[in-house]
């Protein structure tokens, strides 16, 4: 039967490669530079699918009756790591210290877990921290004050006492969410049927419920599609009066209580920060988050508004936005250049538009962060089924791939860890599918060119000519920051090696978590360079992540110098 191997040996066969006519060009008008896509699909610059090859690792699909398959899956995680460290004829080294401790093969793309009840204890962060997780998201839609506080306190305790591994922490507003309200029990709805919203308070009969939102009936209009729970059951408006609106079932299901309501191809006109969301943002702010996720935002003032709050209060932490609104997709420009990333929240996203538009947003959003020097998660939906199944759907597997190969920065499990049954195989189902499929993306080529954003900072100059030294030589990249803004920078521009990013402040080693391929670690500067720059190696050949004789690229640059001399600005190549 026919297999997929990995194996050193270049390709012969013909590869399938899917077609987006629409997402290419709607990503060529939007980006002046080539997008990430279009380099890996057209590295020659026509629209012929390319061999798929790696200077390290390739693919060969044939028959083959010799060569052991190495399932994807999580229980085979270590032997699938071990097979293709085998292949690049790596070492075997103790794996024991954490999850960077890793030779070559570390995975780059980071995996964001929402905590909740499956997840909430000091056992489980602790064991999805050893899985993969390298940021924490607290759901503000879901517990109180007091439950997110416990999840804040264990993930600082974890940081406190790991030596080489640290989850950032990720707080996620409610925003102006539209939700029915409380029914005694569960309703049956069938196609066909009348059911009525109300926006009058304490309704819930078999026929009619409330909603949270007072001007929901200003909102809708006969005609318009109704989804619930984006798109589990549907329907359709056929009237409305000064406080009611009728409906028709289209798409029947089970109503429970609290479900939330999208009308397709319309926005709410909430503010997308709330009062809630104010009392999140001043408690994420009391407890030193490293970023907050602002649901449905619409337009670039809110995150001037909310950057403006922060700095006020002298706090460092960065802003998220989550686009899965209709109304910012016209904005999108604006609103990604005035955050520090986006969030492809493709839950609400494809509720308030048509769900086959939703790939095509994904491409371009990821494009666009790339573009601009932005961070980018990908998230909803990645391993639903694993919620209640120990093994996920073989679409879900693809999904993750594509995700990656797009060059997204994150992952994100929202309900798989934080009610599911199975929270650590998700997990390491991600993790394994991520691995797997960063080890055929190629290496070794031309760093993008991610836009003028950085034109004026010599530290561009830099990452660039590091990443380009990195690609050729095959070596990992060691860089000293204070700020975290050379290793971002770093990341953006892709290098093919893994970036062990050295800083003296925890808060921005905490940060570091999310970016792609970025190693963060802590550790105290001293005076002099040369102690700092041997001591840094010391530490990687101790923990294992470098081996001796193996060659690393060290960069020292950025917007606040480390050593004030001469060679401020430097890069190295040196030999552990």
């Keep these: 039967m026919a297999q997929i191997v990995a194996t050193t040996r270049s390709i012969q066969s013909t590869p399938f490669c899917p077609t987006s006519g629409s997402a290419n060009e709607r990503s060529r008008n939007l980006l002046k530079s080539p997008t990430f896509a279009s ?10 699918c390319p061999q798929l090859a790696s200077r390290t690792c390739r693919i060969n699909a044939r028959k083959s009756a010799s060569v052991e398959v190495i399932p994807v899956s999580p229980e085979d995680d270590p032997k699938i790591e071990e097979h293709l460290l085998h292949l690049r004829g790596v070492p ?11 030779p070559t093969f570390r995975r780059k793309t980071k995996i964001v877990c929402t905590i909740g009840p499956s997840t909430n ?10 899985a993969g997780m390298n940021v924490a998201r607290l759901n503000m839609s879901h517990g109180d004050h007091a439950s997110h506080q416990k ?17 950032a922490i990720m707080l996620d507003t409610k925003g102006p969410e539209v939700r029915s309200g409380d029914l005694p029990q569960p309703i049956m709805l069938a196609p066909g049927q009348e059911f009525t919203f109300t926006i009058q308070r304490g309704v819930g009969t078999a026929d009619c419920v409330s909603v949270n939102y007072d001007d929901f009936v200003n909102d809708v209009e006969a005609g318009d599609m109704l989804l619930v729970d984006g798109g589990m059951m549907s329907l359709m408006v056929k009237s409305k009066t000064e406080d009611s609106v009728k409906c028709e079932v289209v798409d029947g299901g089970e109503l429970k209580s609290r479900r939330h309501l999208n009308v397709r191809g319309k926005s709410a006109t909430l503010p997308s920060i709330t009062e809630k969301d104010w009392d999140d943002i001043k408690f994420g702010v009391d407890n030193q988050v490293d970023f907050y996720a602002v ?38 420009h604006s609103i990604i250049t005035a955050s520090d990333g986006a969030m492809v929240a493709r839950g609400d996203l ?14 371009e959003i990821i494009n666009l962060c790339r573009s601009m020097g932005k961070a980018v998660i990908v998230a909803t939906n990645m391993l639903e089924s694993m919620i209640v199944h120990p093994t996920p759907t073989r679409a879900e597997v693809s999904d993750i791939a594509i995700a990656v190969r797009e060059g997204s920065d994150g992952i994100m499990l929202s309900g798989e860890t934080a009610h599911g049954k199975y929270p650590l195989k998700a997990v390491k189902v991600m993790h394994t599918v991520a691995l797997r499929t960063e080890a055929t993306i190629p290496g070794g080529k031309m760093p993008p060119n991610i836009g003028q954003v950085f034109k004026n900072h010599m530290s561009e100059m830099f990452a660039y000519h590091a990443t380009m030294m990195s690609n050729t030589l095959g070596t990992s990249t060691v860089v000293f920051t204070r700020t975290g803004f050379m290793g971002i920078l770093l990341s953006h521009y892709r290098p093919s090696g893994t970036i062990f990013a050295f ?52 960069v020292q640059s950025g917007r606040q110098p480390i050593w004030r001399s001469q060679s401020t600005h430097n890069i190295q190549v040196r030999k552990v």
Excluded at 92 to 102: E, F, L, P, R, T
Excluded at 121 to 130: D, Q
Excluded at 151 to 167: C, R
Excluded at 537 to 550: A, F, P, R, S
């Design 151 to 167: 999840v804040i306190d264990l993930v600082k305790e974890y940081n406190a006492q790991s030596k080489d591994n640290v989850i």
């Design 295 to 332: 649901s449905f935002v619409k337009s670039a003032e809110v995150v001037h508004e909310l950057k403006n709050y922060l700095k006020g209060c002298g706090a460092d932490i960065h802003v998220i936005v989550k686009i899965e609104s209709a109304d910012s997709i016209p904005n999108l």
């Design 350 to 363: 494809g509720a308030e538009l048509p769900i086959e538009e939703v790939p095509l947003l994904q491409e």
């Design 121 to 130: 204890t000091k056992e489980m962060i602790w064991k999805l921290a050893e």
């Design 39 to 48: 380099k890996v699909l057209s590295p020659n610059g026509n629209n012929k």
């Design 92 to 102: 075997q080294v103790d794996n024991s210290a954490g999850m960077w401790s890793k």
């Design 503 to 554: 800083t003296d402040d925890k808060r921005v080693q905490q940060r570091l978590a999310l970016y792609q391929g970025v190693c963060p670690i802590y550790m105290e500067f001293c005076d002099d360079p040369e102690a700092t720059f041997r001591r840094a190696l010391d530490l990687l050949q101790n923990q294992g992540m470098v081996i001796e004789g193996e060659e690393v690229a060290l």
